[in-house]
């Protein structure tokens, strides 16, 4: 399969957003709105669940079920509300001690004028140092599109796990073939010249974990969760600096490279 046909499928119609995961790996999950500066952005979501009987924050970059729920949600662009959102329910984690879970699926954050003015670099540069620093254990999941600096604002984590069918690029094959050649038909070049699937991204060191989506989504779930509990078992068992440098390491040679 060619990686702009990956893409497609990330992109997808009908495939699970970020609510439908958490509904189905997570219990009693409680939502908690608004950044608590501006508003309440619909693109993040984010509360408190239980996993395997422990309590953890799980944040979520939603895209929307339906037209009027997409529309609400801006597609999963989030603007700086929404990232400082996501900030204050990572520090609410590390207050008190809850292992944090991201979802991962958007094509970018909002790139509107009215973002731009209230902060959005600035609010996505808070969030990528607040999970470096995060004295908690955390696990970034990518569902779908992992785009640009909205995606790597919630996946600085101690893992990064992906769906096979999704991606995680520095920005869209489209956008790539218009910036590198300046011609939009060389969309499908430019996304096998990204790297950005599953596989490519599991062969460089830049995540951890792929997840085949052949047997369903109703088979993926239980499997995900499983996962989630073992693996966090296991960072819950490091000190926290031991937590700390597995992390920086993992930024920090990326590909085995210093």
């Known amino acids: 399969m060619q990686a702009y046909d990956r893409v497609s499928i990330a992109r997808a119609k009908g495939r699970p957003t970020a609510l439908k995961f958490i509904g189905a790996i997570f219990e009693d999950f409680f939502e908690l709105h608004g950044d608590r500066l501006f508003g309440d952005d619909g693109a993040i979501v984010g509360g408190v669940a239980m996993l395997g009987g422990k309590p953890v924050t799980v944040i979520g970059i939603e895209k929307g079920d339906d037209t009027l729920d997409k529309v609400a949600r801006n597609f999963g662009c989030a603007h700086p509300e929404g990232y400082r959102k996501a900030l204050r329910h990572l520090q609410l984690a590390e207050k008190f001690g809850r292992p944090v879970i991201t979802l991962v699926d958007t094509s970018g954050a909002y790139c509107g004028i009215g973002a731009e ?31 640009s600096g909205g995606a790597l604002a919630l996946a600085a984590s101690n893992e990064v796990w992906m769906l096979e069918n999704a991606v ?41 974990r792929v997840f085949p989506e052949s047997d369903g989504f109703d088979a993926l779930y239980p499997r995900i969760q499983s996962e989630l509990i073992e693996t966090l078992d296991r960072y819950a068992a490091m000190d926290t600096a031991a937590l700390l440098k597995q992390r920086y390491q993992k930024f920090r040679c990326i590909g085995g490279q210093l």
């Open 117 to 147: 003015e209230r902060g959005e670099g600035h609010a996505i540069a808070q969030c990528i140092t607040a999970m470096m620093g995060l004295k908690v254990p955390e696990i970034s999941l990518i569902i779908g599109e992992g785009g």
């Open 168 to 208: 995680y690029s520095v920005l869209s094959p489209e956008g790539a073939a218009s910036i590198i050649w300046k011609d939009a038909s060389r969309t499908r070049e430019a996304a096998q010249s990204l790297k950005l699937t599953a596989g490519d991204l599991l062969e460089l060191g830049v995540i951890e």
